[in-house]
């Protein structure tokens, strides 16, 4: 892993992994995935990632008992 920012003003994370020139994008859910002409995972971008953490604690929570 490169870099990852937070930013508190829109609520997102950006994990970066890579320096290579982002070619498209593929959203599922509040995550984007950004990825180089040759496919390889450069920038992933979660977004609302209060609400985030908060479901995927509750979800982990749940499927342990």
């Known amino acids: 892993m490169k870099k990852m920012r937070y930013s508190k003003d829109v ?3 950006l994990i970066e992994l890579s320096d290579a020139p982002i070619a498209f994008a593929e959203e599922q859910g509040k995550m984007i995935f950004h990825y180089s ?3 390889e995972l450069v920038l992933i ?3 609302d990632v209060k609400e985030f953490l908060i479901e995927s604690s509750l979800s982990e929570l749940i499927s342990n008992q």
């Open 11 to 13: 609520d997102a994370m």
């Open 37 to 39: 002409a040759k496919e």
């Open 45 to 47: 971008e979660i977004l």
